[in-house]
């Protein structure tokens, strides 16, 4: 069975800029989470998806935002970048269930000059 | 409110020692604790987790970790190190408020020398 996908694998952004990341969850899987990785940060949970539907957010400023299509495929936009929004971006994909384990997807690094 | 800790950025051993990477954390109520390990340039990549039952796990690449509810820790361990298993551990806990998004402890590097 094909992992979590995510497109594009690096990017270089300018300040001001706007970005979308995309990811393809483990087939059968219905939640996809987002999480960023920095160096001072750590990783961090922005937010998750189930059926199309937001169900939990992190901390993140409005300026990130995601969506979830019918197929479980996800999009994340950054609007507006800032240059600490430098980092890996991680997705997550899980089946349905409290006790299901998140399988990631090798993320995003995304670069912003 | 749940965390983990790693108390330790850099855990070093000899190739063929058993080793062991340290997690603390603290949850209201039955913790969910996770393993992953970050090779470089490459996502999380998952190890073990602990739910409920027995409280030593066992997963992927021979890794295993002892749930310990009276020292709230999950260390990880291994009984003899490979060079390959050199990479970036994160310990990570449910969020105990009913998501289900994880938080992570800040990572230990683990370097296995030849």
């Known amino acids: 069975k094909a992992g979590v996908t995510q497109t594009p694998r690096y990017l270089i952004k300018t300040r001001g800029q706007q970005v979308t990341l995309s990811c393809s969850p483990i087939?059968?899987?219905?939640?996809v989470s987002w999480y960023q990785q920095t160096p001072g940060q750590g990783l961090q949970f922005l937010f998750e998806?189930?059926?199309?539907?937001?169900?939990n957010k992190g901390n993140f400023p409005g300026r990130f935002s995601g969506r979830q299509f019918s197929n479980s495929r996800s999009e994340m936009n950054v609007s507006t970048l800032e240059l600490g929004d430098s980092a890996l971006y991680l997705c997550a994909s899980r089946r349905a269930g409290v006790q299901e384990t998140q399988y990631f997807g090798p993320g995003t690094r995304l670069l912003v000059l | 409110a749940q965390s983990v800790a790693q108390p330790e950025d850099q855990v070093n051993v000899a190739e063929g020692n058993p080793l062991t990477v340290k997690c603390t954390y603290s949850v209201s109520g039955n913790p969910y604790l996770f393993w992953y390990v970050q090779y470089p340039n490459r996502g999380l990549q998952f190890l073990l987790k602990y739910i409920t039952g027995d409280n030593l796990v066992k997963g992927s690449y021979g890794f295993e970790a002892e749930f310990n509810k009276s020292q709230t820790s999950f260390h990880l361990k291994k009984p003899s190190a490979l060079v390959s298993d050199s990479a970036l551990y994160f310990c990570a806990v449910r969020d105990d408020g009913g998501a289900n998004n994880l938080f992570f402890g800040t990572g230990t590097r683990l370097t296995v020398i030849p």
């Open positions: 998806y189930f059926s199309e539907t937001q169900r």
């Open positions: 087939s059968g899987h219905r939640s």
